[in-house]
């Protein structure tokens, strides 16, 4: 509708009776968006995923469903196919195992293999076993593999999936290792302890809408984790006039406390969490670098200033 | 007798990777062995560790209940370290906790045990689903799977409580050896007020007729497969400005838990008058522990930080 139709519209409709006039915006409204369904954002197709739990504490997936706007039904409404997942799915057992071989080979090519965990290599990698086919053990790095050869995308959920997390941390008995070790191909790393869901939830609206998203040097979204959460923190004046905690709870800069904040790049200070409306700095609480690949071990002592940490890490 | 082995894996909708191992002798389940098919080794990763790092690091334990690891590990240091706690850092210590616990009995109700008794809709999500036993009729059935849907944002709105005073969750951060690193302001003590009431609505409107309902309808699923009642509660909440350990050598099987745990024991085996299902099922505790947060949270109003 031209802009003159629309000013014809309603200068003959503004005196008549009833809600003519809205009814009649209405209508063209309507009709505007039918026409605009074929462009951009509004025609997307879900996406088809798989979703692979391994070596983690199912933190991701509990974060997952802290999702606001839109909430997890919406998710899974309008963004994702989700054809299988050991935390969400209605069916079990052999039943689930069926779901499994049905998606892997009815939309082989397509589908994203989300992997949530570490993968354990040591003994095979009997340290972490998604299901038992009869007697024989469906190890996380035997389905993994298989399936990161299948996807379209790989997105390892996670700082686990990641880089190994702290189901990696020392001394890793189990020698778990990220996903991108066993998969060999490009893993979209969507890391955090656990991953904010905007984080996850943002990936996946990048996937539907515009394909991959542009990586930083480690792998990850760069529109999340480029910049340090020590750039945009909201206590950096304090840091900036030397103005240190004494202890946790006060309001001056963490990183006596141990923040290691100037080296873990994350947007948690504008982007919050849970319907954004905390972080650990604003609960006056060091960032311990959640997202890095050296978490958490390089973190540690969480309480440590950084450049100590080094130092009393030797220990371990 | 023929003996039949049937290995039931993977099972789903849980924290974590789980198969069972039946042994079934005729019809009959002779043994059922559980395996957690996932290892990480947390007691080997914590050793070596600086001890106050076990607050933030037990949490990774599990994601549906890091707060329970996290509030173990600062109670200990409490104990070791002979903490002095503020009595409001205490309470909303208790806030945090209980807050974790609601957002887990919700998404463990719906979530993770509905799809069991309801038909859910028909999306790739629910497909195989186990429909050989389900018995409610299709208007109950469509309000439980409404129910399904609310329940989101029930648990979401819990750990809003939680992230409020605890700066994130899972895994959140203030609630720490010493006290709680966050002051109960106005304005948060007015929001969770506000949350809290939502989640009392979808409790008292929803989750506690949903829970009678399979209750009253699956009531014979009580007595399948009944265990030995090996059980055993040392307390949740702490009050007090002294943080009592649970189960330090001289808490633990003193004589007066003996006789706590013998009672407790016969009350499980043989239900007196009035101690039907509903005692037994987890809305009893989601009550209590709705009620323990609005009276906390009420005294709080008004309380400098």
């Known amino acids: 509708m031209l802009q003159g139709d629309f000013e014809r519209l309603c200068t003959e409709l503004k005196h008549s009776p009833g809600n003519q006039l809205s009814r009649a915006i209405f209508d063209v409204l309507e009709l505007k968006r039918a026409e605009n369904s074929q462009g951009l954002g509004a025609h997307k197709e879900k996406l088809p995923v798989i979703w692979i739990e391994t070596n983690d504490s199912g933190d991701n997936n509990i974060s997952f469903m802290n999702t606001t706007y839109p909430y997890l039904d919406g998710v899974f409404q309008d963004m994702i196919d989700l054809l299988y997942s050991n935390t969400f799915m209605a069916a079990q057992g052999l039943d689930a195992l069926e779901a499994l071989q049905n998606a892997a080979k009815g939309y082989a090519g397509e589908f994203v293999l989300v992997v949530e965990g570490a993968i354990p290599v040591r003994d095979n990698g009997l340290y972490s076993i998604i299901a038992y086919a009869g007697h024989e053990p469906l190890t996380a790095l035997k389905v993994v593999s298989l399936l990161g050869a299948l996807a379209k995308y790989v ?3 996670g700082t686990c999936a990641s880089f190994g997390g702290p189901s990696a941390a020392k001394p890793n008995v189990a020698s778990n290792v990220p996903v991108s070790d066993i998969v060999r191909r490009d893993v979209i790393k969507v890391s955090g302890c656990p991953v904010n869901p905007d984080w996850f939830v943002g990936t996946l609206a990048h996937l539907q809408l515009f394909g991959v998203p542009r990586l ?13 959460v020590h750039r945009h923190c909201q206590r950096r004046s304090y840091f900036d006039r030397n103005e240190f905690a004494e202890k946790l709870g006060d309001i001056e800069c963490m990183f006596s406390q141990g923040c290691v904040g100037p080296k873990t790049g994350s947007d948690c200070p504008y982007r919050l969490w849970v319907n954004h409306v905390s972080w650990p700095v604003k609960a006056n609480t060091p960032c311990i670098g959640c997202t890095n690949p050296d978490f958490p071990d390089g973190s540690s002592p969480f309480f440590v200033p950084m450049p100590q940490k080094s130092q009393r890490r030797t220990n371990l | 007798m023929s003996r039949k082995f049937v290995m039931f894996s993977p099972v789903t909708r849980l924290s974590g990777l789980l198969s069972v191992e039946v042994t079934m002798e005729e019809d009959v389940v002779a043994e059922a062995n559980v395996k957690g098919t996932l290892f990480r080794g947390f007691e080997w990763i914590m050793q070596g560790r600086h001890i106050r790092d076990a607050i933030y690091m037990t949490q990774r334990v599990c994601g549906i209940c890091s707060m329970a690891h996290g509030a173990c590990a600062s109670y200990l240091l409490d104990d070791l ?4 706690i503020s009595e409001n850092g205490q309470l909303l210590r208790n806030i945090m906790y209980a807050s974790d616990f609601l957002q887990n009995h919700i998404r463990h109700f719906y979530l993770f045990s509905m799809p069991d008794f309801v038909r859910m809709p028909d999306r790739p999500l629910f497909q195989g689903q186990d429909l050989s036993d389900l018995r409610l009729n299709p208007r109950d059935n469509e309000t439980l799977v409404g129910h399904y ?3 989101i944002k029930a648990a979401q709105e819990s750990h809003q ?7 994130k969750a899972p895994h959140q951060h203030s609630f720490v050896e010493g006290g709680v690193a966050v002051a109960p302001t106005a304005d948060k003590i007015n929001q969770a007020m506000a949350l809290i009431d939502n989640i009392r609505c979808f409790v008292r409107d929803r989750m506690v007729p949903d829970t009678d309902l399979l209750a009253r309808v699956y009531r014979d699923y009580f007595s399948i497969g009944v265990t030995p009642a090996r059980l055993i509660s040392f307390g949740l909440f702490r009050f007090g400005p002294k943080t009592k350990p649970f189960c330090g050598k001289e808490v633990c099987w003193t004589k007066a838990d003996l006789a ?7 009350m499980r085996r043989s239900p007196g008058p009035g101690f039907g299902y509903r005692e037994s099922n987890s809305t009893t505790r989601i009550w209590v522990i709705l009620i323990a947060i609005t009276r906390v949270l009420k005294p709080l109003v008004g309380r400098p930080g």
Not at chain 1, 216 to 228: C, I, K, L, Q, S
Not at chain 2, 81 to 84: P, R, S, T
Not at chain 2, 161 to 167: K, S, V
Request: hydrophobic content about 45%.
């Open chain 2, 81 to 84: 370290y002979d903490n002095e």
């Open chain 1, 216 to 228: 930083d040097e480690v792998g990850r979204p760069a529109m999340f984790y480029e910049f340090t």
């Open chain 2, 149 to 151: 849907f609310e329940a």
């Open chain 2, 161 to 167: 409580i939680l992230t409020l005073f605890g700066g």
């Open chain 1, 155 to 157: 997105v390892a959920v």
């Open chain 2, 260 to 266: 706590w745990w013998t009672q407790a024991r016969s």
